[in-house]
């Protein structure tokens, strides 16, 4: 998995907009939910946002609702995370992750029992105020 990003309109500010893709080689995303996490600075990674191989169910962080939006076009092999109204703490390296069950994406006690399938490498994201 390969995790970049673009930005919309330019620096990322306080109250910007950023997306992220997360786009596959090699095998076809068809048939895994796709998760974007996250971690900043001395914390521990964490969700932030799930989508399933049908795009029928999604799953945001508290923190993120309402701002986050995670969109997959499986034309492209690829999973977008559409980010507005960035806070400084949005600050982090964000993650791609690839797996054939929705649900351990979402849950981390599932993730400790089975690893994920697949994680792409991390994309700095940083938001300055």
């Known amino acids: 998995l390969m995790c970049s990003c673009s930005v919309w309109g330019g620096l990322v500010q306080v109250g910007g907009s950023l997306r992220l893709s997360c786009a596959a080689s090699?095998?076809?995303?068809?048939?895994?939910?796709i998760g974007w996490f996250r971690q900043a600075p001395g914390k521990e990674r964490g969700g932030v946002s799930v989508?399933?191989?049908?795009?029928?169910?999604?799953y945001y962080a508290d923190s993120v609702k309402g701002r986050f939006t995670i969109i997959r076009d499986n034309a492209k092999n690829t999973v977008y995370l559409q980010m507005k109204s960035l806070k400084p703490e949005d600050t982090a390296v964000y993650y791609c992750?690839?797996?054939?069950?929705?649900?351990?994406?979402?849950?981390?006690?599932?993730?400790?029992?089975?690893?994920?399938?697949?994680w792409g490498r991390g994309t700095q994201d940083t938001v300055s105020s």
């Open positions: 992750a690839a797996d054939r069950t929705y649900r351990r994406l979402v849950s981390p006690s599932d993730r400790e029992i089975t690893p994920v399938d697949y």
């Open positions: 989508i399933s191989s049908s795009g029928g169910s999604t």
């Open positions: 090699g095998f076809t995303l068809d048939y895994y939910s």
